[in-house]
């Protein structure tokens, strides 16, 4: 029996605008990715859903999502999500908004084709990852949401998102219910110690 409660995410969509931000991560990522970064995948909220590049969907709803383009999709695709974190681009609302209509109008382009294009082709505007289609979006306003303090083509990945100084975390969601403090629960509740302690998650640990 799993640990946690396959529910739907409590994130509160109703608090996003046009250029706010959703980090997820999921247990169906990578091992070496949900245990060195954890925060996998990155999408930008529009008026019509969420816009993001991705590759090979993973978790659930994959029937409702495009492989490997950039593409636009409802929000209960990221509701199935187990952990988001919501972040706000501190900039006017004008800008969020431009952020979003330019990722907006990549829907369709194909993602980066290669680990070395998608790694070190930040500014490929051809072929996108996640992160550079977010760090494209914000960069063409003026902001650069890069938290590292020089001058670089490689990748911003999801989770170094989480420590630009151009942003805010507004909200929080997950799916994970209580876990009991038992022998059987013992793995996931280190699991979850790691992710908050040692990544630096900024996720509930949620152990009663």
Known sequence: MNSYLKVENDLDFDLLEPGDLLLVANPTDCWFVR????????????????????????????????????????????????????????????????????ATDKLGLPYSPTLRRMFFGRRDITHYSCASLIWQAYKTQGIDLDPLPWESNAIVCPALLLRSAHVE???????????????????????????????????ETMIH
């Open 35 to 102: 245990y060195l970064s954890f925060w996998s995948h990155v999408g930008i909220v529009t008026p019509d859903g969420m816009v993001d590049a991705i590759n090979d969907p993973r978790g659930e709803h994959i029937e409702h999502q495009q492989w490997g383009t950039v593409q636009c999709v409802p929000y209960r695709i990221y509701d199935a999500n187990h952990d988001i974190i919501a972040l706000r681009v501190k900039c006017s609302r004008e800008k969020r908004l431009a952020a979003a209509r330019y």
């Open 169 to 203: 975390v507004i909200a929080r969601g997950t799916r994970y219910g209580p876990i009991a403090k038992s022998w059987r629960n013992k793995g996931l509740m280190m699991e979850r110690l790691w992710f908050k302690y040692m990544l630096r998650a900024n996720i």
